[in-house]
């Protein structure tokens, strides 16, 4: 497995994980963390991270979305559509990635070609987050426009728009999509998805930065704080709370393997830390690593080295090449012709924008192109001039 974590100094870290096996039991088990790569590919400091089972994607207040191939570990080129700092990054399985930026779009990519599929106007103000429900067939994100939007991702359009009074930074969906949560500063807000009204709120100390479900009841919850807290969504208590840094937390990441349930969390202390989770969540977890970066550290994921995923790798000859900063500025221009406001054109081409299904068929101004590709095009339309003449 690879540690990914972005920062302030406009720096991606990459730290390959090696499980060591479980101990006698007369001591706590460690994990070794070993520094693999760091990539200074942005112009300014990193603010969201993404993964599947082959590609890392960043994003950054540069307005731009960069891609690493972490199986082959090059530079996979960059995406450069959005107008803004670049809010929020999702993949859903290897198909799709879905982007949120200050420009107020929500960007849906076609995660094999790296090609726009859709570029949707989604808020007024700014998309501050996004999260996509776990059929693939819905997704929530909130902006600064005070609105919580349900989209149909099937279809392709606004579902439903509920005013929520205030800015929320944070919106989630819980392992199996029954719930969902909303945070406001220090607020939770709990929401049931057949009733779509909250059913209950959970307050933090300080404002929150990040939340992950370890179950579909159990929500971890960090602020700007040192501190990390267990809250069960149903009964709305705090189950534990351990000190996990010396400095606010950023950004955390949960994951499983066979053997453990893993929650990783990463400091503006420059650490990142991963905690072994007890079955009982009201016992605290246990330390397995930490890393120090040194740097102000801002966004986290983990890639998991899964061979069973290999098949759905693109084939070589799909894989796009790195572009020019030129020749993206002129796909970026182009891309605004992509842009429909939903308020006009409610039900936009599904096809086009569909999580469920197989459609490649993408709009104007796909931001990475393969070079080979282009050589082939021109190549015929000059066989077709000479043709002609």
Not at 57 to 68: A, C, F, L, M, P
Not at 140 to 145: A, F, N
Not at 333 to 340: L, P, T
Request: proline content about 4%; glycine content about 6%; aromatic content about 6%.
């Amino acid at each position: 497995m690879e540690v990914v974590a972005g920062c302030y100094e406009q720096v991606l870290f990459g730290f390959a994980v090696h499980p060591e096996p479980e101990g006698d039991g007369h001591c706590e088990q460690r994990w070794a963390p070993v520094a693999d790569f760091t990539h200074h590919a942005h112009t300014a400091s990193l603010s969201a991270v993404a993964v599947n089972s082959r590609f890392v994607v960043t994003g950054s207040k540069d307005e731009t979305i960069h891609i690493y191939d972490m199986k082959k570990k090059v530079d996979h080129g960059a995406l450069m559509h959005h107008n803004g700092t670049i809010t929020c990054l999702k993949f859903h399985g290897n198909r799709h990635l879905i982007s949120g930026a200050e420009d107020g779009l929500i960007c849906v990519w076609d995660a094999r070609r790296w090609e726009c599929l859709k570029s949707i106007r989604a808020h007024k103000g700014h998309v501050t987050f996004l999260s996509i429900h776990p059929s693939g067939k819905l997704a929530l994100s909130v902006g600064t426009d005070k609105t919580l939007r349900t989209w149909n991702l099937v279809e392709g359009r606004s579902a439903f728009i509920k005013n929520i009074k205030q800015s929320a930074h944070i919106v989630e969906w819980s392992p199996k999509g029954e719930k969902y949560v909303v945070v406001i500063l220090n607020r939770i807000d709990v929401y049931q998805l057949d009733t779509a009204s909250v059913s209950g709120t959970i307050t933090n100390e300080r404002r929150v930065s990040s939340v992950t479900f370890l179950s579909e009841s159990v929500l971890a919850v960090a602020g700007d704080e040192e501190v990390v807290r267990f809250f069960d969504c149903d009964s709305l208590t705090c189950l534990s709370e351990f000190k996990a840094h010396e400095n606010r937390v950023k950004d955390m990441f949960s994951f499983e393997t066979p053997e453990h349930h893993v929650l990783v969390t990463a400091s503006s202390d420059g650490f990142i830390k991963m905690w072994k989770l007890k079955q009982d969540k009201k016992v605290s977890p246990s330390l397995l690593c930490e890393i120090n970066t040194n740097a102000r550290l801002t966004c986290l994921g983990v890639w998991l080295d899964r061979r069973t995923d290999t098949k759905e790798s693109p084939p070589a000859a799909a894989e796009p090449a790195p572009v020019s900063k030129e020749q993206s500025r002129r796909n970026k221009e182009e891309s605004g012709h992509a842009v429909q406001e939903e308020e006009k054109q409610p039900k936009p081409d599904a096809e086009k924008c569909s999580l469920t299904g197989d459609s490649n068929k993408p709009t104007r101004g796909n931001s990475l192109v393969s070079a080979k590709k282009r050589k082939t095009v021109e190549m015929l339309e000059k066989k077709r001039k000479k043709k002609k003449i």
